[in-house]
T-cell receptor, first 113, second 115 residues
Framework: GESVGLHLPTLSVQEGDNSIINCAYS??????FIWYKQESGKGPQFIID?????DKRQGQRVTVLLNKTVKHLSLQIAATQPGDSAVYFC????????????FGTGTKLQVIP | EPEVTQTPSHQVTQMGQEVILRCVPI?????FYWYRQILGQKVEFLVS????????KSEIFDDQFSVERPDGSNFTLKIRSTKLEDSAMYFC?????????????FGPGTRLTVL
């Protein structure tokens, strides 16, 4: 069956350092992979997405890497700031299922000032 | 900046009662969604809605659930007869048909507590 999961439940990083949040997926039919950020008491917030035919995509201070060989996705946050503290979810959208987004279990990022 | 709003922020109900959760999506958005998140767990897709009809739903979205867009601004989720396991945060989301098709904008959620 399809599943999207995360390796580490909690990640602590020093302010200013780079953060890397990892995610494994099992559904080879995924068309897009998406990262969401959820701050305490708020709904998920879209960060960045990557199509399955790409290996890398960069946004503002964030980079998503996709390794289809090992079905691995990562989110890199450069110069981590206290405002980056949140739970990060990877999610996938299957080809054909153009509406449904399947979320992973989440990684909590704690930024140490 | 436009945002998705949801009311109420917290709803407490007795098992077996009907509840209606309300959402006001961003005004020029055309696609609407409901998700739920049981405490400490991942966000789960419930249903998507476009052009006044359900476009996709999950296995969670059974006959006890229904959605409606009663006017040009509101989008509601009704649970006909609540169960204890329906206790969760319910998030509404919407997106436009332009730009990033994956960028769904989420509301702050309604916490549903079924006693």
């Amino acid at each position: 069956g399809e599943s999207v999961g995360l390796h580490l439940p909690t990640l602590s990083v020093q302010e200013g350092d780079n953060s890397i949040i990892n995610c494994a997926y099992s559904n080879s039919a995924s068309d897009y992979f998406i990262w969401y950020k959820q701050e305490s008491g708020k709904g998920p917030q879209f960060i960045i997405d990557i199509r399955s035919n790409m290996d890398k995509r960069q946004g503002q201070r964030v980079t998503v890497l996709l390794n289809k060989t090992v079905k691995h996705l990562s989110l890199q946050i450069a110069a981590t700031q206290p405002g980056d503290s949140a739970v990060y979810f990877c999610a996938e959208k299957a080809r054909g299922g153009y509406q449904k987004v399947t979320f992973g279990t989440g990684t909590k990022l704690q930024v140490i000032p | 900046e436009p945002e998705v709003t949801q009311t109420p922020s917290h709803q407490v109900t007795q098992m077996g009662q009907e509840v209606i959760l309300r959402c006001v999506p961003i005004s020029n958005h055309l696609y609407f969604y409901w998700y739920r998140q049981i405490l400490g767990q991942k966000v789960e897709f419930l249903v998507s809605f476009y052009n006044n009809e359900i476009s996709e739903k999950s296995e969670i979205f059974d006959d006890q659930f229904s959605v409606e867009r009663p006017d040009g601004s509101n989008f509601t989720l009704k649970i006909r007869s609540t169960k204890l396991e329906d206790s969760a945060m319910y998030f509404c989301a919407s997106r436009t048909n332009r730009g990033s098709l994956n960028e769904q904008f989420f509301g702050p959620g309604t916490r549903l507590t079924v006693l």
